[in-house]
């Protein structure tokens, strides 16, 4: 029993990762109609940054800061005007292989600049344990969960409860309206993919010590946020939380209990099985055909 | 003679709200049926409930004396139904003439035969008549995208009539149309009613709320107030039924 | 059709039918190789560009063609037994895809059929039994055709050619007939097609299996090709890539696969001859895609469209402005 406990805490702490990424992810779907297929390469990108700023001589908290306010540069204003803006009214395909070719130009891009082994990058939060009701648990994932936890907390409340977020939130529900209302949208939308960047950041700081950081940590990170955002509910900001939550867990009990091969197919099988059931999601509202 | 169609107590909530709440009337072959009421009177509803779109709670409707209550959009056009949307919805990227073709040309042969019938379906001579009839010849090559919000109405307008429907429901077709086009619009449907390209009669239900062009276009009108029929006659009859005009019309 | 069209097709045919007498062994395969992924993202423009639906699956379909024809080879079957069944498996299975379509929409459906994808990848992978798992099969033969031997790389270029130009004009046929404006009608504006009595399931269901179904003959012509094959080229990262051509080339324009499988399987292999290029071919192709994407958002063959509206508009506002400036003088 101690043993199920620890892999569904451990669970909880990498799940809590993908809902950052997952969180992101579903901010600029409903906020500015995106599919960023390179929101996993939006993760590994900073941990090169921190390892680039920590290389100068930061500690690691300054890389990690500064590496949020280049990600918000690069990540979320760069990053918009020169892909999203442009290619936001011809529909979902253009702006879905740009993000592809982007995450292909990304990845590769850091593989042959800078290095295509694995980094070791520091943790936060040490090598201590601890033992709760019986079960150890590293430092690690306590902190990774408490702090994943009180970004999306954060982010949540952020939007729902201060005047700009829940302008972001009226954009994100009808742009003209919003527009109309004299809310300053394309500021509103620039929040969102500035809020995605710091999140990606976050969850670089939180995920790297563990897998290291390497040209390719985008790939699964990204695949399983994808998982994670749709399993959850894909319109609503709470389903990026519980899915992330589920896959992690998920992911963990099937690696121990059915074998370490299927652990990447545990993830594929609930998300075909939310698809084909309940496609909006455990916590989506469903969305209807427009006349 | 039969009506082309019978509507029967029809009922329709969301919830707590009765959008339509027992809606009764018959359309005659060849008749012009208008259908008015204040924003929220539950035209829409009915409408959607006629056409497949949502299934009533209660009530039933007939079609040339079949209960067609629970079809789909797709079996009402089979069977003889033809329609506009509020919203304009023609096919952007092919021409006004393509637009036309593809309008009718599945109620010709079966899938497999269309596999080997030419891209017109036979349908370009009908096609082209009709382009003339709505005066649109000189735009019918064009992508019906690149029109005017009018021109792109005339082509909605045209499509509905391709498959020579008996039955063919127009919503709000004046809705942001240039006044000067109104009355366009008004001849071209009188035109189509008495004339068929057909022969046989067809029957239109129309939703307005341009008061002058109802009154000058249909033969009965209907009148909704939350839900329910209020009256129905003719205009002079609507026009001087007092509930009426202290519930909708009056100052 | 247009003169400098046929003038253009002229060419392109004299091209390919003598290019491969000056090229290399490795020039014929790349060649074939090329006409192989023409073929299966004919398929997917069909499904995507135009029918309107999102599939993020193809790779799925060409897999299976491959290995049908593989397995059956390997059990003494003919290629030519082989291919056809592998056809139809690939246009069952197409249907089935096409289900969740019928329920669920755009990036939704999407996602369901990467899950597909990868569903079937992990069988290639893991059912040994069947398809040899991560070991693959090889000595995958090459059909005769007729008694002659289509072993040599020529000769099964020419082969390919043959095939692919023949599924071109079919589906040429196809597009043209009535069925095309329906598939166009279906992507463009589902709900006032089924009002016109279009019957968007059966179409739905069609476009993806049809276009199944050239994946497989693909991906047979494919495994004979290579002749090992093995689960790796067809698993997400290969839907998403032929997605890629589609688009890149032009969703909805016939010829938008040939360029497109063009940009997508050639020009990457090029690009990595190139001197002082070599490992940064790949994030140059990544920025050339997004750069192609911003620039012609409708794909290559959007071009000639782009350059006739902005014509266009630039005569319109000339004359709105001729008529304002004749409107004024006339006042004055």
């Known amino acids: 029993m101690t043993d199920f406990l620890q892999l569904f805490f451990s669970g909880l702490a990498t799940g809590s990762i993908y809902a950052l990424a997952a969180l992101g992810f579903t901010l600029l779907w409903q906020a500015a109609g995106t599919i960023n297929f390179a929101q996993g390469e939006f993760v590994m990108l900073p941990a090169f940054m921190m390892l680039g700023f920590m290389a100068m001589g930061a500690p690691l908290l300054v890389a990690f800061l500064l590496s949020c306010l280049v990600s918000v540069v690069v990540l979320g204003w760069a990053f918009k005007k020169s892909i999203v803006d442009p290619l936001l009214r011809f529909g979902m395909m253009p702006i879905v292989v740009a993000t592809i070719g982007l995450s292909i130009a990304m990845r590769n891009g850091v593989r042959a600049g800078f290095s295509a082994e694995a980094h070791p990058f520091p943790s936060l939060f040490g090598d201590a344990l601890f033992k709760v009701a019986g079960v150890t648990v590293t430092a690690a994932d306590i902190g990774t969960l408490v702090f994943a936890l009180l970004i999306v907390v954060g982010t949540q409340a952020f939007l729902a409860k201060t005047v700009t977020g829940r302008a972001m939130q009226a954009v994100a529900q009808n742009t003209e309206s919003a527009s109309v209302l004299g809310i300053n949208v394309p500021r509103m939308i620039f929040y969102t993919f500035a809020i995605n960047a710091v999140l990606a950041c976050a969850a670089a700081l939180l995920v790297t010590p563990t897998y290291l950081a390497k040209f390719d940590m985008g790939e699964s990170l990204g695949t399983k946020a994808f998982f994670a955002a749709i399993i959850g509910g894909f319109n609503n900001s709470r389903g990026a939380l519980l899915g992330g939550l589920i896959v992690g867990v998920s992911e963990n009990l099937a690696a121990a209990y059915i074998s370490p091969a299927y652990k990447d197919a545990v993830a594929l099988v609930i998300f075909m099985v939310v698809i084909l059931f309940k496609p909006q999601g455990l916590l989506g509202k469903k969305e209807e055909r427009k006349v | ?251 | 059709m247009k003169k400098n069209h046929i003038i253009l097709l002229a060419i392109a045919a004299a091209l390919l039918l003598v290019l491969p007498q000056y090229l290399k062994n490795y020039g014929v395969y790349l060649l074939t190789y090329w006409l192989i992924f023409v073929l299966a993202t004919m398929g997917l423009n069909l499904t995507v560009g135009y029918a309107g639906q999102k599939s993020l699956g193809h790779g799925a379909f060409f897999g299976i063609g491959a290995y049908t024809v593989a397995i059956l080879l390997k059990a003494g079957i003919s290629w030519w037994i082989g291919m056809p069944l592998a056809a139809l498996l690939c246009f069952v299975v197409g249907l089935i895809l096409g289900f969740p379509a019928l329920r669920v929409q755009t990036i939704y459906l999407a996602f369901a059929t990467l899950g597909f994808n990868t569903a079937v990848w992990l069988v290639m992978r893991n059912e040994e039994w069947l398809t040899g798992g991560t070991f693959g099969i090889n000595n995958v033969a090459r059909p005769g055709l007729l008694g002659l031997s289509l072993d040599a790389n020529r000769p099964y270029y020419y082969f390919v050619l043959g095939v692919t130009v023949l599924m071109a004009l079919l589906l040429l046929g196809l597009l043209r007939s009535p069925w095309g404006k329906a598939f166009t009608a279906l992507r463009d504006n589902p709900i006032r097609a089924e009002s016109l009595g279009i019957n968007i399931r059966a179409y739905t269901l069609l476009a993806f299996a049809i276009g199944a179904a050239y994946a497989g003959v693909a991906g047979a012509l494919f495994a004979s090709l290579v002749q090992f094959i093995e689960p790796a080229p067809f698993a997400v990262a290969a839907s998403i890539m032929m997605y890629l051509m589609v688009v890149m080339g032009g969703p909805g324009y016939f010829f938008g696969p040939v360029l497109g499988a063009a940009m997508g399987v050639v020009v990457p292999e090029w690009m990595r001859d190139v001197p002082g290029v070599s490992e940064w071919y790949l994030p140059l192709f990544g920025a050339a895609v997004v750069v192609l994407m911003v620039w012609l958002p409708d794909g290559l063959l959007s071009l000639p469209d782009r350059i006739r509206a902005k014509r266009a508009s630039r005569e319109a506002s000339a004359a709105r402005s001729a008529a304002a400036a004749a409107a004024k003088g006339v006042k004055a």
């Open chain 2, 1 to 251: 003679m039969t009506a082309l169609l019978k509507v029967t107590d029809l009922k329709k909530a969301y919830g707590a709200i009765q959008a339509v709440g027992g809606v009764s009337f018959e359309v005659q072959p060849g008749e012009i049926f208008g259908v008015i009421g204040p924003n929220g009177s539950g035209k829409t509803t009915l409408f959607n409930s006629m056409l497949g779109q949502i299934t009533p709670n209660a009530g039933k409707i007939e079609l040339k004396g079949e209960d067609v209550t629970h079809c789909g959009p797709l079996e009402l056009s089979r069977r003889g139904v033809g329609r506009t949307f509020q919203t304009l919805q023609v096919f952007g990227k092919m021409t006004v003439r393509d637009n036309l073709i593809v309008a009718a040309q599945e109620h010709h042969g079966s899938m497999v035969s269309r596999m080997f019938a030419p891209g017109d379906s036979g349908l370009g001579t009908k096609a082209d008549a009709l382009i003339d009839r709505f005066r649109i010849r000189h735009v019918a090559h064009l992508k019906a995208g690149t029109l005017s919000y009018g021109q792109q109405k005339l082509v909605d307008i045209a499509m509905a009539f391709m498959s020579e429907p008996d039955l063919v429901l127009l919503d709000e077709p004046c809705a942001g149309v240039n006044p000067s086009l109104v009355g366009g619009i008004s001849t071209l449907l009188k035109d189509l009613n008495r004339n068929p390209a057909s022969g046989k009669k067809s029957s239109f239900v129309v939703i307005e709320h341009n008061m002058d062009f109802v009154m000058d276009l249909c033969h009965r009108i209907m009148v909704m107030v939350e839900g329910k029929v209020m009256a129905i006659g003719t205009p002079a009859e609507i026009r001087a039924n007092k509930q009426v005009l202290d519930a909708y019309l009056g100052a």
